[in-house]
């Protein structure tokens, strides 16, 4: 079974400031990891996602994420935070083997918070 | 393009009442999921619908949710009668490509926010 840890559910960072927002999955097949953002009372927006071609993928607004086979990890970075960042982060799983179901797990969640 | 749409927005009831949700995907989309979000945790998986087929409910309440995509399309999530942990954002995505071959982009709707009292 698949599952996605998000380490924190809080992150503060000062405008200007890396951000590093943490995803660990665990998956018994090769996975399909996504970066979805969801602002106050909006449904979920995708990010960026993984799906075994380049290990590092760019997303929208400055967002990108590594995968890192090794490490279990697709952790989701941005060199410079801004404050329409402020938002709600989730890491997610997929696995498609053969004609399996394909719904995405999600983790928790990490609030990121953006400091003037 | 339109998006996932989902009414009601918001909807406030008793516990033991029911409720039922509406969600018309994007169209064109063979898939279409719905989600529970409970406050502070991440969207679980409900129900999956590839075209008018289920492909998974496994994690459905099925003694008091049932969901169904007449004609492929639009769908209803209902809740009869609903408890107090029910509370919760019920989400509606859609996505294009199909079963087996899902990269896994969903397009969500806004939500439906239940609050059961």
């Known amino acids: 079974a698949q599952s996605v840890t998000q380490l924190g559910s809080h992150v503060s960072v000062s405008e200007g400031a890396l951000v590093l927002l943490r995803c660990n999955y665990s998956?018994?097949?090769?996975?399909?990891l996504f970066w979805y953002v969801q602002y106050p009372n909006q449904g979920l927006q995708l990010l960026l996602k993984y799906t075994s071609a380049a290990t590092l993928v760019k997303g929208i607004n400055g967002f990108e994420a590594e995968f890192k086979k090794s490490e279990t990890s697709f952790h989701l970075t941005k060199p410079s935070a801004h404050m329409s960042d402020a938002a709600e982060y989730f890491c997610a799983v997929s696995e498609v083997i053969g004609g399996g179901a394909d719904g995405l797990t999600f983790g928790k969640g990490t609030h990121l918070i953006i400091q003037p | 393009e339109a998006g996932v749409a989902q009414s009601p927005r918001y909807k406030i009831i008793e516990k033991r009442q029911s409720v039922a949700f509406w969600c018309n995907p994007i169209s064109g989309h063979a898939t279409l999921y719905w989600y529970q979000q409970i406050l502070g945790q991440g969207p679980k998986l409900l129900i999956q619908?590839?075209?008018?087929?289920?492909?998974?409910d496994s994690q459905l309440p099925k003694d008091r949710f049932s969901a169904e995509r007449l004609k492929g399309v639009d769908s209803t999530l209902k809740i009869q009668p609903a408890k107090l942990e029910d509370s919760a954002v019920y989400l509606c995505a859609s996505s294009l490509l199909g079963w087996g071959i899902n990269t896994g982009e969903l397009f969500f709707g806004e939500g439906s926010r239940l609050t059961v009292l």
């Open positions: 619908f590839q075209n008018n087929g289920v492909v998974d």
């Open positions: 998956s018994s097949v090769p996975p399909y």
